[in-house]
T-cell receptor
Framework: DTGVSQDPRHKITKRGQNVTFRCDPISEHNRLYWYRQTLGQGPEFLTYFQNEAQLEKSRLLSDRFSAERPKGSFSTLEIQRTEQGDSAMYLC?????????????FGPGTRLTVT | GQQLNQSPQSMFIQEGEDVSMNCTSSSIFNTWLWYKQDPGEGPVLLIALYKAGELTSNGRLTAQFGITRKDSFLNISASIPSDVGIYFCAGQLTRLTFGEGTQLTVNP
């Protein structure tokens, strides 16, 4: 399977704990995006990378959130001191950066539950 | 956060019927995309539109990029039970801005 993969698929944690999620994009894609989706809503943008550079961050990305893409391949999203409001599906997407081609392909997501 | 206005919110149809849903925005986008999402899974790309006025088909799906660049619609013809799911429109500059989704139920 050569699609976007995410790990873990599900994470249950207690409030105050730190969690880290991983995303492996489609191998030729140099752009990688993180979104958050709550029940009954469409995904909301968090941040994106072009290669290893983080080019944009949403205001949704509080200082408890940090994302990295150290070698321009896989990415990690860490949430420190989790709160119940962080419970959501965290989605990763990747796209090629080719003129005229901007399609974003999503992974299966990581479902976070903070108790 | 900002979201597109997508309608209808839900549709209940009989197998074989055609379906139409649309999205409008106060902002201009360079690209419109339509996704389908099943429970517990990530969105799956159905159609991408790049030019104002563009009409694109993918099997039984047809989508159009509005000439004002602020709207798009998706039609599904001759619906089948596996069309069940949530359909999202998304407008793109760099990030994607999503609509709130249309929940489609198809009765056999």
């Amino acid at each position: 399977d050569t699609g976007v993969s995410q790990d873990p698929r599900h994470k249950i944690t207690k409030r105050g704990q730190n969690v880290t999620f991983r995303c492996d994009p489609i191998s030729e894609h140099n752009r990688l995006y993180w979104y958050r989706q709550t029940l009954g809503q469409g995904p909301e943008f968090l941040t994106y990378f072009q290669n290893e550079a983080q080019l944009e961050k949403s205001r949704l990305l509080s200082d408890r959130f940090s994302a990295e893409r150290p070698k321009g391949s896989f990415s990690t999203l860490e949430i420190q001191r989790t709160e119940q409001g962080d419970s959501a599906m965290y989605l990763c997407a990747s796209s090629p950066y080719v003129q005229g081609v901007h399609e974003q392909y999503f992974g299966p997501g990581t479902r976070l539950t903070v108790t | 956060g900002q979201q597109l206005n997508q309608s209808p919110q839900s549709m209940f149809i009989q197998e074989g019927e055609d379906v139409s849903m649309n999205c409008t925005s106060s902002s201009i986008f360079n690209t419109w995309l339509w996704y389908k999402q099943d429970p517990g899974e990530g969105p799956v790309l159905l159609i991408a539109l790049y030019k104002a006025g563009e009409l694109t088909s993918n099997g039984r799906l047809t989508a159009q990029f509005g000439i004002t660049r602020k709207d798009s619609f998706l039609n599904i013809s001759a619906s089948i039970p596996s069309d069940v799911g949530i359909y999202f429109c998304a407008g793109q500059l760099t990030r994607l801005t999503f609509g709130e989704g249309t929940q489609l139920t198809v009765n056999p």
